[in-house]
C-alpha cells in the first residue's frame, strides 16, 4: 500500500569513521588532562606495563599477518603478470644498449668525431668498425642492429647486411701475408695464445689484445678451441695497427719487436676504401651521425619517434610531413574515444533510467539482455556488425529494398571512423549501464516527488533533482568506457579499415610485425601516461569519491 | 459518515475510487470534507488506503473514480507541480546535493522569484523551525531531527495554504516525536494552514489533529474529534483500534433508546449503551475502556449488574496499575487503576466483582 519505497538508513545519524576520529581526538585530550599529578602525559600503559600501543601492535600483528596471507597469492600473480611486464616495457620504451653492445670500438672512436663536420670519420674508426662488424658477422648481431638503427635512418639496414657479407673477404689478408712472411709462426694459433697470456705484450698491443680476448670469448661460446683455429686477417691488421702506433715497445714476446721494425715498410690497405668498396653509403656522414646519436645505453628516440620526432645527427627535428602518423593517431584515439564514451552515456542513460524504476522482476529480465553482449564472443559480435554495416549487409539491402538509398550509392559504414563508433559503442554500452544503474538504484523515486510538490515540472525535476544524483553513475561509466576505449584493438582492427583504427592498432603492427618493441613500448607508456592524466583530470572535475560503482 | 458539504469547505473528496489493479479497491467510495486551517489526521494500519489518499490528493496518483477538489476546485486533472501543495515526505526527501538554502530557495526558484525575495523567505522559514544556523550545511550533515525541521520549513516556504505529512516523525526517537508533535500543531495553528497529516501511530493523531479518520479497508470507519474518537467510537474496529480497550462478546437481549441488556457467551447479562446494534438476538461486540471498569462496589451505581472475574496478573507501571483478569470467559480482560494511597493492589488468584457504568460499555457491531 505505501507506495513510497522506504528509505534505507538515515546517513545523518550512521557513526562515521571521522566521528570515531573525533571520538579519539577527545579521549586523547581526556586523557592528557587526567594525567597523575598533572604532568605532560607520558605513554598510556597496558595492564602488564607495557606501552600500550606497542600491545595494540602485537595484537593486531597476527590479523594483519592472516590479511597479507590471504592475499598473498594474488599480490604475487599481480606482481609476475601485471606489474613486472609494465615495468619491463616502460624500460623497453628508452633501453638503447645494442649500439654500444654490438659496436664497443666504433663508439669509442666516435667519441671525437664531429657529426657537424660533413665528413666521413677517419681511418682509425674504420678500423674499429672492422673489429666490431667482423665479430658482430661472426655472431650473427650484425643484422639486429642493422635494423635496430634502420628504425632511425632507412637504408642502414641493408648497409650492414651487405657489408657482413663482405667484411670477412677485405683486403686486409696484405697484412697477413707480409707478417706470415716474416715469421711463419705467426700461423700458428698456438703461439698467439701463449702471446696474449702476457700482460706485457697485452700492454704493447692494446687493440688487438681487445679484439683477441672478444673473438676467443667467441670461439669458447662456439665450442672451439682458440689455441686450434686459424688466426684470422681482422687480428693480422689490427696487431699491424698497434704496432705502427706503439711500435711495440715493452713487449716481451722478440718477435713483435720483429714485426714492429719492419712495419713501417709495408703495404697498407685502407679500411675506408674497403667499407666504401662494399657499400659507398659508408662515406656518407649521415649514417655515422646515427650510430654517433645512438650510441648511448639510454635514448628518447622512441618517444620522439612516438609523436612523430626524431634524433639525428643535429639535435632532435620534427619527422618530414609524410612520415608523421603518431600524433594523427593518438588525437584520433581520444577523439573517437569520446565520441563512443558520449554515445553510450546519451544510450545508456535512457536505459538505466528504465531499469531503475521497473518492478524488480521485469528489471532483472531486461537486465539479462543489457549482460547477453557480455556473454557472446567480442569476436562474434564485431564480426555481426560486419555483416550489419557492410556495403552488400543487412542495412545497406534494406534501405535500397525500401528506396532510401540507390543501389549505385549504397552508404559506406564501415572500415570507418563510423563503423569503429558503432561497433564500440555497442560493445561498451553495457559498462557504462551497470554503474548508471546501480547508482540511480539508489535514487529514492521520493526526490522526484517532493521537487514535484514543491513545483518542478517534470523536466526541471529531473535535471535539478535527479540528474545530479546521477552524476556518479555517469562518472563511472564514463572512465570505464573511456579508458576500456582508448586501449581497445580488437574491434578497431576489424571494423575499423585504415581511418578508423586507434594507437593500439599500431602498438600491436610493432609488436607483432616490425617488431620494434621498443616504439611499441614507448607508445604504450604514451597510452598508459594519457589514461593516467584522464584519471587525475577526472578526479580533478569529479572527484573519483563521488564516482559509484554500485 | 455524515454528509459536511458545506460552503467552507477547503479539502473535498467525493465518492472517490482508487484500484491500481482494476480488481481489487484500495479505496472505496471515499467521502471527506475539510474546512480551511483543519488539522486533519488519517490514521488507519498500513494497506488500509490512507497514504492512497494522501498521493490522490497531491498529485501522485490519480483517483480512478470521484473528485478531488481543492477550494472549490477539481484538480483531478491538474498536475502535482501546479497544485501549489506542501508536502512532507515520510524520509524527508531533503535534495542530498544542494545546501539547505538551496533546498529551500528550490520551491521559490521555479516559482521565479526574485533573489533578495526569496533569500529573505528562506531565512524566515529557517528561523520559523529554528534553524537559522544551519543553511549552508547539506542534508546529511544534520541529525534525523534537524532533518525533519528542514523538511517542514522546505514544505512551507511557498507560503502553500494546505500541507501533506506522510507519517513525517516516523523515524525519530520517542522523546524527539514528541517534541516535532507538538511543534508542528502550533506551528501548523500560527500560521493558519490546513494541514492533512498521516500516520500509523494512534497516539500522535490523537495529540496533534483537530480531527481524526480512522481509515481500514479502504474506508472512513470514523471521522471525529481525538475526545468523541476515544470515548464514542462508532464500531468495533475504532474501539480497538484507539486506545486499549477490552471486548466481550454476547446477544442483544432488551433494546431501548439508552439501554441494552447483553448476555455474554457465559449466560451473565450486563447493561451496555446500545451504538451499532439494531435489534433483539444481534450479535455484538461490547467495548469497555480498561480505565472505565471498577471494581470496588462503592464507586458504582445501584442496580449495575456485576461480572465475576478471576485476577491473573498484576502489573506495576509506576502511575497506574495494570491488572489482567478473566472475565466471561475472555482472558485479557485489562483494568486500569490509578496509583494512589488508597488504592486497591489485587492478588493473582484473588476472586473480584467488577461493573461500570452503563455509558461506558458500548454495544457495537459485532
Redesign the interface.
Known amino acids: 500500500m505505501s507506495d513510497l519505497k522506504s528509505t534505507g538508513q538515515q546517513t545523518a545519524d550512521a557513526p562515521t569513521p571521522e566521528d570515531a576520529l573525533h571520538e579519539a581526538a577527545s579521549l586523547d585530550a581526556r586523557e592528557a588532562a587526567h594525567a597523575p599529578g598533572g604532568k605532560a602525559a607520558g605513554p598510556v600503559l597496558a595492564a602488564d606495563g607495557t606501552p600500550l600501543k606497542r600491545s595494540l601492535a602485537r595484537a593486531l600483528r597476527r590479523q594483519k599477518m592472516r590479511a597479507l596471507a590471504l592475499i598473498a597469492p594474488l599480490l604475487i600473480f599481480v606482481l609476475l603478470t601485471f606489474i613486472a611486464p609494465i615495468a619491463d616495457m616502460l624500460f623497453r620504451s628508452v633501453e638503447n644498449q645494442i649500439v654500444s653492445e654490438t659496436l664497443p670500438e666504433t663508439v669509442v672512436a666516435l667519441k671525437d668525431w664531429d657529426s657537424e663536420g660533413g665528413v666521413p670519420p677517419a681511418d682509425p674508426v674504420f678500423a674499429a668498425l672492422y673489429v666490431d662488424l667482423f665479430i658482430a658477422e661472426a655472431q650473427k648481431l650484425h643484422t639486429r642492429l642493422g635494423t635496430r638503427l634502420n628504425y632511425e635512418k632507412t637504408g642502414v639496414s641493408s648497409l650492414f647486411r651487405k657489408t657482413g657479407r663482405r667484411v670477412g673477404r677485405f683486403d686486409t689478408d696484405t697484412y697477413t701475408d707480409q707478417i706470415t712472411a716474416l715469421d711463419p709462426s705467426w700461423e700458428d694459433p698456438a703461439t698467439w695464445v701463449a702471446m696474449m697470456e702476457s700482460d706485457a705484450n697485452r700492454a704493447a698491443l692494446p687493440f688487438t689484445a681487445r679484439s683477441w680476448d672478444r673473438w676467443t670469448a667467441y670461439q669458447l661460446s662456439e665450442g672451439d678451441d682458440p689455441a686450434k683455429e686459424d688466426i684470422e686477417d681482422v687480428l693480422f691488421t689490427t696487431l699491424y695497427l698497434d704496432l705502427r702506433e706503439t711500435g711495440g715497445t715493452g713487449a716481451a714476446d722478440a718477435r713483435i719487436a720483429q714485426i714492429a721494425a719492419a712495419v713501417g715498410d709495408f703495404d697498407t690497405v685502407s679500411l675506408s676504401e674497403q667499407f666504401a668498396d662494399a657499400d659507398k653509403d659508408w662515406l656518407d656522414p649521415e649514417v655515422w651521425g646515427t650510430i654517433k646519436a645512438f650510441a648511448p645505453n639510454y635514448t628518447p628516440g622512441y618517444f620522439l619517434n612516438s609523436v612523430d620526432m626524431q634524433k639525428t645527427p643535429h639535435g632532435i627535428e620534427a619527422r618530414p610531413e609524410n612520415q608523421q602518423i603518431y600524433m594523427k593517431l593518438f588525437k584520433r584515439t581520444i577523439f573517437m574515444s569520446m565520441v563512443i564514451t558520449l554515445s553510450c552515456i546519451m544510450l545508456g542513460y535512457p536505459v538505466a533510467w528504465i531499469l531503475a524504476n521497473l518492478p524488480t522482476r521485469t528489471a532483472n529480465l531486461l537486465m539479462i539482455l543489457v549482460l547477453l553482449p557480455f556473454w557472446t564472443s567480442l569476436l562474434v559480435r564485431t564480426s555481426a556488425w560486419k555483416v550489419m554495416l557492410q556495403q552488400q549487409g543487412v542495412i545497406n539491402d534494406t534501405l535500397v529494398w525500401l528506396g532510401i538509398v540507390g543501389d549505385a550509392d549504397r552508404l559506406v559504414m564501415i572500415n570507418n571512423q563510423f563503423g569503429t563508433i558503432v561497433a564500440m559503442t555497442h560493445i561498451l554500452l553495457p559498462f557504462m549501464i551497470l554503474p548508471l544503474y546501480s547508482v540511480m538504484q539508489t535514487i529514492q523515486p521520493t526526490y522526484l516527488r517532493a521537487a514535484k510538490s514543491l513545483g518542478a515540472t517534470n523536466w526541471t525535476a529531473f535535471w535539478r533533482v535527479y540528474f545530479p544524483q546521477s552524476v556518479p553513475g555517469i562518472g563511472a561509466g564514463s572512465v570505464l568506457v573511456c579508458i576500456l576505449s582508448i586501449g581497445y584493438y580488437i574491434t578497431p582492427e576489424i571494423v575499423g579499415g585504415t581511418t578508423g583504427t586507434f594507437i593500439s592498432n599500431r602498438i600491436a603492427y610493432h609488436i607483432s610485425s616490425s617488431l620494434n618493441w621498443g616504439l611499441a613500448a614507448a607508445l604504450g607508456s604514451i597510452l598508459l601516461a594519457a589514461v593516467m592524466l584522464l584519471y587525475w583530470v577526472y578526479d580533478k572535475i569529479v572527484g573519483i569519491d563521488n564516482v559509484k560503482l554500485g | 459518515m455524515a454528509d459536511t458539504s458545506s460552503n467552507d469547505a477547503f479539502v473535498e473528496f467525493e465518492r472517490v475510487q482508487k484500484s491500481y489493479d482494476g480488481e481489487t479497491l ?1 479505496v472505496k467510495d471515499l467521502n471527506l470534507t475539510m474546512p480551511k486551517g483543519e488539522f486533519l489526521t488519517m490514521l488507519g494500519p ?4 490512507k ?2 489518499c494522501l ?1 490522490m490528493l ?4 490519480t483517483a480512478t473514480h470521484g473528485e478531488i477538489k481543492l477550494d472549490g476546485r477539481p484538480i483531478n486533472n491538474i ?4 497544485r ?4 512532507v ?3 524527508y ?1 531533503l ?3 544542494m545546501t539547505i538554502n538551496e533546498n529551500l530557495s ?2 521559490l526558484e ?2 521565479k522569484i526574485g533573489k533578495s525575495d526569496r533569500e529573505a523567505k528562506v531565512k524566515r522559514a529557517l528561523d520559523m523551525v529554528e534553524m537559522g544556523a544551519f543553511g549552508g550545511r547539506r ?6 531531527g ?2 525533519q525541521r528542514i523538511a517542514l520549513a ?2 512551507l516556504v ?1 507560503e502553500p495554504e494546505l500541507v ?1 505529512m ?1 507519517e513525517p516523525l516516523g ?1 525519530l526517537d520517542k522523546q524527539l516525536r514528541e517534541k516535532m508533535q507538538f511543534e508542528i500543531t502550533d506551528l501548523a495553528h500560527r500560521l493558519g494552514i490546513t494541514v492533512v497529516y498521516v500516520t500509523h501511530d494512534q497516539t500522535e493523531a490523537l495529540t496533534m489533529s483537530d480531527r481524526v479518520a480512522v481509515f481500514d479497508d479502504g474506508r472512513i470507519q470514523q471521522i471525529a474529534p481525538p475526545d468523541e474518537l476515544y470515548e464514542s467510537p462508532q464500531n468495533s474496529f475504532v474501539a480497538q483500534f484507539i486506545g486499549e480497550n477490552n471486548t466481550l462478546e454476547g446477544t442483544v437481549k432488551e433494546l431501548s433508546d439508552k439501554l441494552a441488556l447483553v448476555q455474554l457467551d457465559d449466560g451473565e447479562v450486563i447493561d451496555c449503551m446500545p451504538v451499532n446494534v439494531n435489534a433483539v438476538g444481534e450479535r455484538t461486540k461490547v467495548s469497555i475502556r480498561p480505565e472505565r471498569v471498577e471494581f470496588q462496589k462503592d464507586r458504582l451505581k445501584e442496580g449495575a449488574h456485576l461480572l465475576k472475574a478471576t485476577v491473573k496478573e498484576f502489573i506495576y507501571m509506576g502511575d497506574v496499575f495494570r491488572t489482567r483478569l478473566s472475565v466471561a470467559g475472555n482472558d485479557d480482560f485489562i483494568i486500569k487503576s490509578r496509583n494512589a494511597p488508597d488504592q486497591v493492589r489485587l492478588k493473582p488468584g484473588e476472586q473480584i466483582e467488577i461493573g461500570w457504568l452503563p455509558e461506558d460499555c458500548r454495544a457495537l457491531d459485532a
Open positions: 484500495v498500513s494497506g488500509s488506503g497514504t492512497t498521493m497531491a498529485g501522485f496518483e498536475p502535482p507541480h501546479k501549489g501543495i506542501g508536502m515526505f515520510q524520509n526527501a535534495f542530498p546535493h528550490f520551491p521555479v516559482r542534508p546529511a550533515q544534520l541529525s534525523g534537524q532533518q522546505r514544505a511557498f501533506l506522510d523515524a
